[in-house]
């Protein structure tokens, strides 16, 4: 039966030994400075995560493209010359033909309200989803910090534990 199944030894991973040696031989005075706290270590991480810096820009330049989703567009200035000859003896003279006329004039379109609601319907529910991204993130970097400020209490219980071995 134990030819079927052969034992497998177990190997701790190099790198785990050599820094367990480094920790412990480093001596009391590593051991004897203050861990930083959880909640610092959170508070911490998420104060200095780029990602997390990257995704609050984002939520915030959302929101104020959302701010204009409801405005009209902007005023278009007009300008133009209709029916103006190009050739012969009276080229680009106003006055050689009746039907040459020049425009100026302003123009601004009115779109629809339901248009505009939907555009600020549309724009509300983007900010909401780019605030969700960013809680998510967050959650997502208090996650790692948590796990490594775990690991890193374990790894200090298990050096004060072998010191006073």
Not at 40 to 51: Q, S
Not at 70 to 81: E, H, V
Not at 142 to 152: E, G, K, M
Request: glycine share 4%; net charge positive.
């Amino acid at each position: 039966m134990s030819g079927l199944f052969p034992r497998r030894r177990r190997h701790r991973s190099p790198v785990a030994g050599v820094l367990l040696a480094i920790l412990f031989f480093a001596g009391q005075s590593w051991a004897a400075t203050p861990a930083l706290r959880f909640d610092e270590a959170l508070r911490l991480a998420v104060a200095r995560a780029p990602e997390l810096a990257a995704r609050r820009s984002q939520t915030e330049a959302t929101r104020q493209e959302a701010a204009r989703a409801a405005s009209l567009p902007d005023p278009k200035l007009i300008a133009g010359i209709d029916n103006l000859p190009i050739t012969g003896s009276d080229a680009f003279s106003f006055r050689a033909d009746e039907m040459t006329m020049k425009r100026i004039g302003l123009m601004q379109e009115f779109p629809a309200r339901a248009k505009r609601q939907a555009r600020l319907a549309l724009a509300d529910r983007t900010v909401e989803q780019a605030q969700a991204m960013t809680d998510a993130e967050q959650l997502t970097v208090r996650q790692s910090a948590a796990q490594a400020w775990v690991t890193l209490w374990a790894a200090e219980r298990e050096l004060r534990e072998l010191a006073g071995l």
